[in-house]
């Protein structure tokens, strides 16, 4: 029986991560604090960036940002943060948790915000840009990060797809007021489900923590250190219970070990992918920017008829994925839409071709045959 070839698929290191969460339950320290400190301090060495906590989920990091950004700044309830409607849902959802107002900017040929766009949409509501970058691709962000700087306005980095990336040599994270990166588990950088927020302001780091353990101000960790239990503490704030805890991080220390050279073997993945399709009329393939080292979380085409070919590689057991859908199309922001035509044609285009460490030669070979004989057949 001929085996199924999924679009993501998490590859584990089991006996290290076993070892790493051995050993917070023979110590028995499972929560936050531990070893969620030393991925934390992992991860700021290997981005270079000035701050990293540990959370939950990308989804609390992008959540949280807008909160802390809302509350200190002043913000009011139906200001504009300007994001893309060609994302994964949660983040726009983070901007009407806090009862924000999104506005979508149309995308260039990157699949990311256009610059042009970003800057005819932004009016004297307009508090913060949410960058995506869908794919691992970073577009224009130095120029989006100018207009940014030039505007007065908060950058958001969803760096969900960016762990590894590195663009001009550095981590785009640095061009961010604060970068948000996914560790869910079909991401670059697998745990079960984990995520970390990067503020360059360290007050706002140092708030981040507290607001994402209740408003407490101080972790059950800090209070348990010298050997004595200090109960006492303060909650000055209501906060959310967003922090990560040791056993998602131990498993995120492993998987940073391996993560340049993972995502070198999705490099070369996507490589035989672009050199496979490069010049086919029938196949748009997603520009990479100049100086950007690319994490290659998915390898993206365009074709003219989607349905027809994702029903083709179903019925050769390869299964492609869509990233992403307009969230326009979806309920809760069809009260936000506006025109977006490179959106619409990108979301009803778009595949994403398997890509992850399972692949052989031999499935990536299967991948591009059952893709060229289904566009062949008209598919």
């Known amino acids: 029986m001929t085996e199924s070839i999924q679009v993501l698929r998490p590859l584990y290191r089991t006996d290290e991560v076993l070892d790493e969460i051995r050993t917070c339950l023979e110590v028995g320290w499972t929560g936050m604090g531990f070893r969620t400190d030393e991925l934390e301090k992992k991860w700021a060495d290997y981005t270079g960036l000035p701050n990293a906590h540990f959370l939950t989920s990308a ?18 309830d139906c200001d504009e943060v300007i994001s893309t409607a060609l994302t994964f849902v ?18 260039d040929g990157y699949g990311c915000i256009d610059p042009d766009e970003l800057e005819a949409l932004i009016t004297n509501r307009t508090r913060a840009v949410i960058f995506v970058a869908l794919g691992g691709n970073t577009g224009d962000l130095p120029r989006i990060a100018r207009i940014c700087r030039e505007r007065g306005l908060k950058l958001v980095l969803d760096a969900a ?24 588990a079909v991401k ?10 990067c503020f360059k302001d360290s007050e706002l780091d140092a ?22 239990y200090r109960w006492r503490y303060d909650v000055p704030n209501v906060g959310f219970k967003y922090h990560g ?39 748009r393939t997603v520009p990479v920017p100049e100086g950007l080292v690319h994490p290659r979380h998915v390898f993206q085409i365009l074709v003219d008829n989607r349905d027809a070919l994702l029903e083709a590689c179903y019925d050769a057991q390869v299964y492609p994925g869509v990233h992403y859908v307009s969230n326009a199309d979806y309920a809760p922001y069809r009260g936000f839409a506006r025109p977006l035509p490179r959106t619409d044609d990108f979301s009803r285009g778009v595949i994403s071709l398997p890509l992850h460490l399972h692949l052989g030669e031999v499935d990536i070979d299967r991948v591009i045959s059952v893709v060229r004989s289904a566009l062949e057949a008209g598919g």
Do not use: C
């Open 90 to 107: 949660s983040t726009n959802h983070a901007i009407l948790y806090e009862r924000l107002r999104p506005v979508f900017a149309d995308v």
């Open 245 to 283: 805890n040791s056993v998602m991080a131990a498993m995120g220390i492993v998987a940073l070990r391996y993560l340049d050279e993972d995502n070198a073997r999705r490099r070369e993945i996507a490589a035989r992918y672009q050199a496979a399709f490069e010049g086919d009329g029938a196949i």
């Open 59 to 76: 989804t609390a990091g992008l959540h949280l940002a807008l909160a802390i950004y809302k509350l200190r700044e002043g913000w009011q």
């Open 207 to 228: 708030f981040a923590r507290q607001m994402s353990w209740l408003g407490i101000d101080k972790s059950t960790h800090q209070r348990s250190q010298g050997g004595s």
């Open 188 to 197: 670059n950088l697998p745990t079960a489900d984990s995520g970390m927020i």
């Open 161 to 184: 797809h960016l762990a590894g990336a590195r663009l001009d040599g550095a981590d785009p994270g640095a061009l961010a007021d604060v970068s948000v990166y996914s560790f869910q």
